[in-house]
């Protein structure tokens, strides 16, 4: 059985306001293919609540490292209170999303996970002896790498939602019957 060891322990972000929940999927899709990422989906729920959309999508991406040890990242992304409006920018009318986002990032490096020094138990007592004294440098390089990856991602997540807060204001009532 492969080692799980936890890098990252639930990183959060909060926001509540403007957004592009579309373009929001966008960027995160970007960046795990520029960073080569193998997407993998978990969960994705919608429901259609009176007071606007519930959506809650968890993000399982991998991405194999050597042939011992990965990267897995764990992004639970939900959407409260969702609601669709239309703002003004630059005297253009487009669509956007109002509600609160909240975000939680964990992080882990995967060794053993193809369960190669898992037949027999020398093999077993083996793998300890080189994780804990001839791969140690290794592992350490690689959760820096991950902490790193995973801090890009925040910081870029988080100036995306802090860009909506400032760029756009939202329509009046009577100014969105007109439409």
Known sequence: ????????????????????????YKLI??????????????????????????????????????????????????????????????GQRMKMNQGRVDMIIDAYLDTDYEDRWEQKPFYFFMRTLFDKFIYRTYSTQFEELLVENVHQLHTAIKSFLNLYKYEFEPMTLPEMTKL
Do not use: C, Q
């Open 1 to 24: 059985m492969s080692e799980r060891r936890l890098v990252v322990d639930h990183m959060r972000l909060k926001y509540e306001g403007l957004f592009s929940a579309f373009e929001l």
């Open 29 to 90: 899709d970007n960046w795990l293919r520029e960073k080569a990422f193998d997407r993998r989906e978990l969960r994705n729920e919608e429901h259609v609540r009176p007071d606007g959309k519930y959506v809650e999508l968890v993000l399982m991406p991998w991405k194999k490292i050597t042939d011992y040890a990965r990267h897995v990242i764990r992004l639970e992304i939900r959407m409260h209170k969702l609601k669709e409006v239309v703002v003004e920018k630059d």
